[in-house]
């Protein structure tokens, strides 16, 4: 990747080797990363992304698994959720069982 890259990963963290990521970052070959899944979660104490995240200089972003939230997410789950308990109740099928 150029030094210019952000690299962006919200996929599953083990497919990323974060300590090369990490060590990437630290040398200025790549400009950026943005995570939001990692390899262990939470990120141990002493994990390299957390010491360049807390270096302030905006090249890290960290989110705890959870980017993908916004207000409408939790209108909408809810409202599902509400949906399904009405469904029940009239014996029609239950949508989105995991």
Known sequence: MRPTALFVSTARGKLVDQEALAA????????????????DEPLPVDDPLLRLHDGAD?????????AWQS????????RELWLNVRRSSRGEPIRHLV
């Open 24 to 39: 990437a970052l630290a040398a200025g070959r790549i400009g950026a990363v943005a995570l939001d899944v990692f390899a």
């Open 71 to 78: 207000p409408w997410t939790w209108v909408r789950d809810v």
């Open 58 to 66: 905006e090249r890290v972003t960290l989110t705890p698994h959870n």
